[in-house]
């Protein structure tokens, strides 16, 4: 039987792999893609992973050469990959609407954001943030995708109890801080979130986690402006057909 070989591509994460562990491959700051094939397609197409919100990760692991944990993958390096994954699937041509005009964005040209690699010298996924208004002392972490499955399963028990409740935003903060003046214990974290964070220290920690979160650029100008907005991810970002 005749041996093919799949092309493949070397994708830079925005971490650089500074916030992984030495021994983890992702610590090499690269890794290695192959092009999409009509095994990928099929997995686009599964209506059984579309239905249940896995089908992206599933395409992600399929086209991801490197030996990872994909648990370990930084929410920032994660869209990285997901952007990686549209290019080689369906080129790097995007097509969307956007203020009633249709727009096309080079996707080969979104850029990582500036990371400031003295914060992470480290090495280690934990940062401290003085919150401004109440000056209380905390540390926090950057999310991963176990992080990001773990707070799915969260909202989706809250919401069984009832069926109103949309508690995103504390739920994520309560994974984000890892401690407050000093307190490690996952109650006293929890009971600061719902009872103690005021909405203007919350504010100010995800800005300031948005500020140094690695990640890609993904923003463009539309035309004739000189301000940045959100790229639109919707359906013809992965099925350009429809």
Known sequence: MSEFKLPTETIELPSKGLLYPEDSELAKGVIEM????????DILT??????????????????????????????G????????SRILGYGNEYTFTYGNE?????????????????LFASRTNEFEFILPKSKNTIT??????????????????????NKDSSPELSTRLKYMITSVNGE?????VREFVDGFLLAQDSRALREYVREI????????????SDTRVSLPIGLKFFWPDL
Request: aromatic share 6%; glycine share 2%.
């Open 34 to 41: 192959k092009y999409m094939t009509a095994k990928e397609e």
């Open 184 to 188: 490690r214990d996952r109650k006293v």
């Open 77 to 84: 390096d994660k869209n990285a990959i997901m952007v990686a």
């Open 46 to 75: 599964n209506q059984s992973y579309i239905q249940n919100g896995t089908v992206l990760d599933k395409l992600m692991k399929s086209l991801i050469v490197s030996k990872i944990n994909y648990d370990d993958l930084l929410i």
């Open 213 to 224: 979160q690695p990640d890609v650029d993904l923003t463009f100008f539309p035309n004739g």
């Open 140 to 161: 926090f972490k950057l999310l991963t995708h176990k992080d990001e499955q773990e707070i799915n399963r969260e909202l989706e028990g809250l919401k069984k109890i």
């Open 102 to 118: 249709e727009h096309t964005v080079d996707l080969t040209t979104l850029d990582n954001k500036q990371l400031d690699e003295k």
